[in-house]
């Protein structure tokens, strides 16, 4: 049975509604906004310049619930998947039509620029051309922000399992201890000695957690790999 990709603008969703509720967002944007004072390729300049915006005056009446986002929302998506959350000049890959004409729209409706720009995906396409599931976001203030347009594909559905190890100095320490422990049951008895005896399956399984260990610290130091919370709106290409 094939396994259903993973849409992470579904799990925004459900984050955002564990976090707060629909209508505790929306009076917030309303009442944030009463007190809140093109072509492609100018938006496109828009989208690869350092442009600093931390509001932009939409018009409440016209947004979607449903495309509103906090800080903390994302955050914990980006370290659950290993993703990151940058300005859009990061990033590597083309933003297709669609996303400059919903940019468009929205300028038009609200008569407003977009500005400020940022863009959640995997740290892969801060490095190359890729099309895995890059959500653009805009700034509304006050650490929300609004989803503008997500294209290319799904991210794979055992992506949050396979990064799980990750995430932090926990996780990693928790999944060398099991992955050592399932190399010691791994390792046939008799090997060692014609009757192993527990203590010598305690010797083996200290071998196992140094091998595993050695090989994990060599692999992040050599290729400067870090932790998901601590990447996730690092801007450094290497720590990936």
């Known amino acids: ?35 809140t004072p093109s072509s492609n390729q100018r ?6 310049k350092n442009t600093e915006a931390d509001v932009t005056d939409f018009n409440f009446d016209l947004l979607d619930s449903e495309r509103i986002f906090h ?12 993703l990151r959350f940058l300005d859009t000049r990061f990033f590597k890959g083309t933003f297709p039509q669609e996303a400059l004409n919903e940019i468009k729209n929205l300028e038009k409706e609200h008569q407003t620029p977009l500005n400020g720009f940022k863009i959640m995906a995997p740290s ?11 959500l653009l976001f805009a ?26 190890p990750f995430k932090s100095f926990e996780n990693i320490l928790v999944a060398i ?14 090997l060692f000695a014609p009757e192993q005896s527990f203590s010598q399956d305690v010797m083996v399984f200290f071998f196992m957690f140094k091998s595993i260990a050695a090989i994990v610290l060599f692999y992040g130091f050599a290729l400067g790999k870090n932790f998901n919370t601590a990447i996730w709106k690092c801007q450094y290409d290497k720590a990936q």
């Open 1 to 35: 049975m094939l396994l259903k990709r993973t849409n992470i603008h579904d799990k925004l969703l459900r984050e955002q509604h564990r976090a707060t509720s629909e209508a505790g967002v929306l009076n917030w944007v309303n009442q944030f906004i009463k007190k």
């Open 43 to 48: 938006i496109l300049e828009n989208l690869s």
């Open 71 to 82: 800080e903390r929302s994302i955050k914990k998506i980006c370290v659950n998947y290993r």
């Open 124 to 134: 892969k396409m801060f490095v190359l051309n890729k099309t895995d599931d890059p």
């Open 139 to 164: 700034p509304m203030g006050n650490d929300y922000y609004y989803l503008i347009h997500k294209w290319g594909n799904d991210l794979h559905p055992l992506r949050k399992l396979t990064m799980w």
């Open 177 to 190: 201890l099991l992955s050592s422990l399932i190399a010691t049951v791994l390792i046939p008895d008799g």
